[in-house]
């Protein structure tokens, strides 16, 4: 069974770039949720869907960042302009809708902002 | 507000040693979910094992084993006989019960337990 699909893996970018990162959910998964790990703040939710739906985006650290899903099989986060400071791994994650569904995460995409 | 505490920044044991990593959460709710999550040197975050709060059984998975104490708000995980591909992250987290549709699936994560097993 494929796993949350996320593109790309890896990401370098010039500062005031447009970045958007990919997500394919596990099939059947109804909610989808955006994470962003750094050695400072280690995980962190950003936003998260329920069929399709932005549920809670608090997350979100300003206006420069923003997810949208169009669909159940694919969700996009973009950051526009990048900055150095957004240089993380952003994981995509997704699970059932129903309390304590465990959150299956993708392999991250590691991104670098210079 | 909830709060996962991994006071343990990094464990290093020798390999077949067991090694016991702490979990410490806060909560208000009266019901919630406990995860592990392992994260190895490539990255991913691949989940352990969830926990009702309702089910304060033990669990034990071949060398993996979980204790969980609502008395002292603790959920800790034991590794027997550690082996070299044990060697990784290991996070604690801690999620509400799907009561509210804006709260649910806002897993609080720890800081992370750096586990390193030498040969």
């Known amino acids: 069974d494929a796993g949350v699909i996320q593109s790309p893996r890896h990401e370098v970018t010039e500062m005031g770039q447009e970045v958007t990162l990919r997500c394919k959910p596990i099939?059947?998964?109804?909610?989808l949720f955006w994470y962003r790990q750094t050695m400072m703040r280690g995980l962190e939710l950003l936003i998260y869907f329920n069929n399709n739906v932005p549920i809670d985006d608090s997350g979100m650290p300003e206006d420069r960042f923003s997810a949208k899903m169009p669909n159940a099989s694919f969700s996009t986060l973009k950051i526009q302009p990048s900055e150095p400071r957004d240089s993380a791994v952003y994981f995509c994650a997704s699970s059932h809708n129903r309390g304590g569904s465990p959150l299956h995460f993708g392999n991250g995409t590691r991104l670098t902002v210079t | 507000a909830q709060k996962v505490t991994q006071a343990q920044t990094e464990i290093s044991v020798v390999e077949k040693e067991d090694v016991t990593l702490d979990c410490v959460y806060e909560?208000?709710?009266?019901?919630?979910?406990l995860f592990w999550y392992k994260q190895p040197p490539s990255g991913e975050l691949v989940f352990l094992i969830r926990r009702n709060s309702f089910d304060e059984q033990n669990e034990i998975s071949g060398r993996y084993s979980w204790n969980f104490q609502k008395s002292t708000s603790s959920f800790n995980f034991t590794i027997t006989a550690s082996q070299v591909v044990d060697s990784a992250v290991y996070f604690c987290a801690l999620s509400p019960p799907r009561v509210a549709t804006d709260s649910w699936g806002k897993l609080q994560f720890g800081a992370g337990t750096q586990v390193v097993v030498t040969p």
């Open positions: 099939s059947g998964h109804n909610s």
């Open positions: 909560t208000r709710d009266t019901t919630y979910y």
